[in-house]
Each structure stands twice: as C-alpha cells, then as structure tokens.
C-alpha cells in the first residue's frame, strides 16, 4: 500500500471515529466499534509513519491529500 494511501485513509478514518465515540458515550453505550475504528485508523497511521522513507511532516499531510486525491480522482 502507498504511504500516502495509508496517512489519508488513517486520518479520515480517525476523524470519523471521533463523532461515533462521542455519540455512543453520550447515549450511555460501549464505544467498541468507534474504539475498533480508531485502532484501525492508528495501524493506518503508523504504517505510513514507519515504511515513509524520513518519515511525515504536519506540512506534508496536505501534500498527501492532495496527491491521493488526484491520483483516485483523475
């Protein structure tokens, strides 16, 4: 898997996870799916952090989207 396929899809996994979490502590319930969701979204994110050859700035996490984007897009 590319490392920039592997950084967006931890980020947008983990940034919906987040409304689950909050929303299953609200209601009272276990959030085990959210909680499985954010485990997957971390994998994700050390994969990519580990395999990027020099790693991942905070200014190169546009830059992925980006090029995910266009790559999936066009």
Not at 35 to 49: E, F, H, N
């Amino acid at each position: 898997m590319d490392t920039d396929l592997a950084l967006v899809v931890g980020v947008v996994v983990g940034a919906f996870a987040l409304p689950s979490i909050v929303s299953a502590m609200i209601d009272g319930r276990s959030p085990r799916v959210a909680m499985v969701t954010i485990v997957i979204s971390g994998v994700s994110l050390v994969y990519a952090l580990k395999t990027q050859p020099g790693g991942y700035e905070l200014g190169d996490v546009p830059r992925a989207f980006a090029a995910v984007m266009g790559r999936y897009i066009h």
